[in-house]
């Protein structure tokens, strides 16, 4: 989408035109089946459109959002609505990061900062239909004195973690740098996603969290508190070893319930199971799929 939004306006064009040629209304997102069409407007390659062009897959349970090579349990998990951007990196780079459009992303690495997801001015969403990049939709400049804050060094350490598991290289020196478990090698950007909603949701304990935490897209702010809290958790949690019954009421269930019944791939169900066994202290993944016959007959890929 970040390449789209360049495109456009370096031909003096704009994505509204775009979607009116294709025929794709306001609020509609362009998919992998635009891609053909795309490349003929904007000039970019049709492989890399459909590669960079969510896409929706299966049914029901087994419905799965492919996006950048990876495959995502949820739609949330993507920004594909609201972009969150480095204002220095777009002014000094003049691109977003695919990887920003992560919904646990939440840090730019090479300046250190929090990623923002609102005008500067107004406060408003940025949308990626805005006239330019640097331009939000609500006419106010994106300027680069506008800076995030200084990203915790928690969310960097997580952010290191999710951009290698995003090139799908190996996570092992960082696993050891972070004293996490070796066995999280492999883990796609949708476990991690789950994994930060799982242990960096709930606050305190005995909370109960609103409907709809666990499924919908967070704001770029809720999601650093998130990841701040979740990775922090679980490096505490994997230093000490920390026995299930101290751990678990503050480990949200339903987004680890997700990794075991709708995996967004075979490493994604083999971490998860170890994970729950580690946390809980016993193999929960067998019970969940003798109660939901469905489920464990259901081929997935
Ligand atoms: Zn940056
Ligand atoms: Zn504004």
Known sequence: MGFCLRSASENVSSLSQIRRLLGVGENEQFKQSHA????????????WLIYALPE??????????RCYGHAFRTPTALRARNPQVCPLCIHHHGYAM?????GMSTTCLEHGICLV???PTCHRLLRWDRPSLLWGHCAHAISAN????EAPGVTRSFQALIET?????STN????EFQLPRWLDGLSPSGWTDLMLAFGTIEERFQVPADGTYTRLHRSESALSIVTRGFERLMTWARTCASPSTITDLIA?????????????DADLQIGQRLCEAVYGVDISQKLRTRNPALAQMSLF
């Open 36 to 47: 053909a069409r795309l490349s003929r407007l904007t000039g970019a390659s049709e492989a």
């Open 56 to 65: 929706r897959a299966g049914k029901g349970a087994g419905r799965r959002y």
């Open 98 to 102: 695919a990887v920003w459009d992560l």
């Open 117 to 119: 997801d609102q005008c």
């Open 146 to 149: 506008f800076i995030g804050a």
């Open 165 to 169: 598991s995003f090139k799908k290289e």
């Open 173 to 176: 020196s960082l696993l050891e």
């Open 253 to 265: 269930f339903a987004p680890l319930q997700g990794l075991l019944l709708e995996p967004a791939g």
